[in-house]
């Protein structure tokens, strides 16, 4: 199933997708985001509403808060290991594919919903890149996973544009600072819950301006889910809600030469097989 936070009239509701993208249905007796819905049974907890055609609602972005930082990981496709080794805004590396997930977090201020305009913060930054990227939410809360195990602790998938400020993350040499702008993580349109989704099998692609720039199967990660929950949890509590954005193919702007970043009007529509479309303009 599918479920997508919106808006309609001024009230902000919670709703179920249907197959086709096309409409919702809300449910009635669920509030806040879509975490909402990880510890209930939505089919039977809440009343369906009438469909609603999807051009008649605004869609938010699934949640509007993390119980925690979302989690992400850096450099996990190879062809992107390399353009980022050879653009000269990496630091401190040494290979250009590791030998363990890197791992970051951006603040969930960062977040924004599809259609939502994106921050290009001209007054900090001339080098904002885009990154499209399959996005995980925990269902199960768990410490110390095992691989094993992994998938058992995930609710859902979600889409989640990991957008960069690159000079900040070159040049504070970690990179926190590049990537927790405001504004800097558009996620959605909806979530998609496990049962629905192969996580090791989907087509993701990127087009800024209309112009096709990434485009990959997410087999091609280094790291797999279930390495990268085994690795994230190691000592450390996963909750329900918490967010793991799994890396980005290569195709991004610091792949080219020069590079290609982005500019007041540009728009960037991430596409993953299943999940639907998150697009953003950007100012």
């Keep these: 199933m599918k479920f997508a936070r919106f808006s309609k009239g001024g009230q902000v509701g919670i709703g179920q997708i249907d197959e086709e993208g096309n409409r919702i249905r809300p449910l009635s007796g669920v ?10 049974t939505p089919t039977t907890s809440a009343a369906h509403g009438e469909w609603l055609p999807i051009d008649e609602i605004k869609l ?3 949640f509007a808060e ?18 980022f080794a050879r653009s000269g805004f990496e630091a401190g590396a040494t290979t250009d594919v590791d030998s363990f997930p890197a791992v970051f977090t951006k603040p969930s201020t960062c977040i924004v919903g599809p259609g939502d305009r994106v921050n290009l913060h001209s007054g900090l ?18 410490a110390n996973i095992s691989k094993a195990d992994a998938y058992n602790h995930i609710w859902g998938y979600t889409i989640v544009n990991d957008v960069t400020a690159r000079d900040r993350q070159r040049n504070h040499k970690q990179w926190f600072l590049g990537k927790a702008l405001d504004t800097f993580c558009p996620m959605g349109p909806w979530v998609t819950t496990a049962d629905e989704v192969d996580p090791e099998n989907l087509e993701i692609k990127c087009w800024v ?15 797999n889910i279930p ?29 080219f030469n020069p590079p290609k ?14 999940l639907g479309t998150l697009s953003n303009q950007f100012a």
């Excluded at 993390?66 to 353009?83: D, F, L, Q, S, W």
């Excluded at 930054?125 to 768990?142: F, N, R």
């Excluded at 970043?261 to 299943?274: H, K, Q």
């Design 31 to 40: 509030t806040g985001d879509v975490g909402a819905l990880i510890s209930s």
């Design 125 to 142: 930054t001339q080098s904002v890149d885009y990154e499209a990227e399959l996005a995980l939410v925990i269902g199960k809360p768990g």
């Design 209 to 223: 301006n209309g112009e096709l720039r990434q485009s990959a199967n997410t087999r091609d990660l280094i790291f």
């Design 227 to 255: 390495t990268l929950i085994e690795s994230i949890s190691s000592g450390m509590s996963l909750l329900p809600g918490d967010i793991i954005a799994t890396g980005t193919p290569s195709g991004v702007g610091i792949g």
């Design 66 to 83: 993390t119980p925690r930082n979302i989690i992400c990981v850096g450099k996990n496709y190879r062809e992107h290991a390399r353009e």
């Design 60 to 62: 938010l972005a699934p």
């Design 261 to 274: 970043f982005l500019r007041p009007g540009d728009e960037v529509r991430v596409w993953i097989a299943g």
